[in-house]
């Protein structure tokens, strides 16, 4: 059915009933190709997405509607500039359902707002711009006198002295952007490679380690967190057990600085705290009853006095 579907979606799936010689499928159905959008092509007038070519003023409301916003536009031929045809385009604008109505201009090429709205006046300053004035038409029409020209030379060198350091830097950027590809591509590989390899090697100190996975650099701020971690009382006590007892050995092997007996009553005692660590933690498990390892904990301490 999915197929069947997206067939009839393309307009690919061809009925039964229909039959070569009776033409394609739009005439068979009896619509035309552009379906809703041709509704009324009969008054010469298409169905377009129209994008709003500038920034304009709803004439309705007075709300900005800006360029790039796209309409459903009714487009018509309204006359022609020599052999160029004028278009005019009918849309309604969201706000107020106000109706705009904009043509071509192919004189000045551009688009000419014919009622409904407003189009919006952006002034900009040349200097905050960093752009240069152009000269109007009748000053262009003036520069073709050659003795026009001679008059104002000295004006227009100064000017260009003016305006050089702008354009010295618009030159360093735009060759800075277009440089070459070869360089570019050069450093990128460059790039790439340093960070494989300083990947590579951070993998192979985690393997070293025994890590499955990849630890990044070491930074400040990790060293502070690991220095200002505490461990609990108990690790402290026993390494201090621990150091003590190593104090208290002798430096010479074979000689002890304490008799047997006190060796035997140290072994019986750490024996003794496994057998009953080990039963706690079968007891915490549910895996001997309270009565047995109270027993057994007896028989180790008559065992000790022995």
Known sequence: MSSLAAARADNFYYPPEWE?????????????ALRERARKLD?????????????IWCGG??????????????????????????????????????????????KNCEYVIISGAQKKTEDFDIEDAETFELPADEEKGKLADPFYRLEHQEEDLKKKKEAEPVIVRLQR???????????????????????????????????????????LPATEQDSATAKS????????????????????????SGVSSY????????????????????????????????SSWSQSSTKQKGTMRR
């Open 43 to 55: 008054q010469g007038i298409l169905i377009i997405r129209f994008e709003m070519p500038f920034n």
């Open 173 to 215: 950027q735009s060759d800075a952007r277009h440089s070459d590809d070869y360089s570019l591509n050069k450093t990128l590989r460059a790039q790439l490679r340093g960070q494989k390899k300083r990947v590579a090697q951070e993998e192979n100190a985690s393997k070293k380690r025994g890590l499955g996975i990849r630890l």
């Open 61 to 106: 409301c007075n709300s900005m509607i800006a360029k790039g916003v796209r309409f459903n536009a009714e487009k018509k031929q309204v006359g022609n500039y020599y052999s160029t045809k004028i278009w005019s385009f009918t849309m309604k604008s969201a706000c107020c359902k106000q109706e705009i109505v904009i043509q071509t201009d192919p």
């Open 229 to 252: 971690v505490k461990f609990p009382a108990k690790f402290e006590r026993n390494r201090k057990d621990k150091r003590a007892l190593i104090n208290s050995e002798s430096i010479f």
């Open 259 to 290: 008799s047997i007996s006190d060796k035997r009553k140290q072994e019986l005692e750490s024996k003794r705290r496994k057998i009953c660590a080990t039963s706690a933690s079968n007891l915490l498990a549910g895996r001997v009853k309270p």
């Open 20 to 32: 070569p010689n009776q033409g394609s499928l739009n005439k068979f159905h009896g619509q035309h």
